[in-house]
């Protein structure tokens, strides 16, 4: 299996710029997850989707932040526009058969954004 | 709402020594517990879980952990080091109650020194 793939995997920008992020999870896997982590603030969820659903975006810090799942294969996650606060490593993690919560999570490698 | 607590953002071991590395977690539900490693540059991946029976999981790498309820503690554990577990350690715990939501702690540095 090729495991979670995320796109890019660095990307650096200016302020204002629009910024897409992407996730393809484990195929057969029916939630996906969005994670920001940084040095203050550690490992934060964003959003999750269970069956392309969202379920809780509780964790979106504001409106320029939203985030998509088409589809059962393919996920994003967009900033618009950015600012130099947004600089963190963005994961993307998916698990099969959400539910009772004792579900593993496979995570991505991981997309570093930088804000300038 | 669930929370964990790892004690000692950063912990030094001996190689050949043991490991262990602190979780304390709440939660209002029994919960599921898990311990996560994070290599540099590269996403988390799991070691080891707990959601019921035997208390003591063993997980990849020579890791286990035990699920103590009466101290709400599930710390991470290794008879001897080696060079390679040198990465940083995550304790989750998840919602519970139908929801697969983790809460993540802040994690544990740890590093191993010839």
């Known amino acids: 299996d090729a495991g979670v793939i995320q796109s890019p995997r660095h990307e650096v920008t200016e302020m204002g710029q629009e910024v897409t992020l992407r996730c393809k999870p484990i195929s057969g896997h029916n939630s996906l997850f969005w994670y920001r982590q940084t040095m203050m603030r550690g490992l934060e969820l964003l959003i999750y989707?269970?069956?392309?659903?969202?379920?809780?975006d509780s964790g979106m810090p504001e409106d320029r932040f939203s985030a998509k799942m088409p589809n059962a294969s393919f996920s994003t996650l967009k900033i618009q526009p950015s600012e130099p606060r947004d600089s963190a490593v963005y994961f993307c993690?998916?698990?099969?058969?959400?539910?009772?919560?004792?579900?593993?999570?496979?995570f991505g490698p991981g997309t570093r954004l930088t804000v300038l | 709402a669930q929370s964990v607590t790892q004690l000692g953002s950063h912990v030094s071991v001996s190689e050949g020594a043991l490991v262990l590395l602190r979780c304390n977690y709440s939660?209002?539900?029994?919960?599921?517990l898990f311990w996560y490693v994070q290599y540099p540059n590269q996403g988390l991946q799991l070691l080891l879980k707990y959601t019921t029976g035997a208390t003591l999981v063993k997980g990849i790498n020579g890791f286990e952990a035990e699920f103590k309820k009466s101290e709400t503690s599930f710390h991470l554990t290794k008879p001897s080091a080696h060079m390679s577990d040198a990465a940083e350690y995550f304790c989750a715990v998840s919602e519970g109650g139908g929801g697969n939501k983790l809460t993540f702690g802040t994690g544990t540095q740890l590093k191993v020194e010839l």
């Open positions: 989707f269970n069956n392309n659903v969202p379920i809780d």
């Open positions: 939660s209002s539900v029994p919960p599921y």
């Open positions: 993690a998916s698990s099969l058969n959400p539910g009772g919560g004792q579900d593993t999570q496979y």
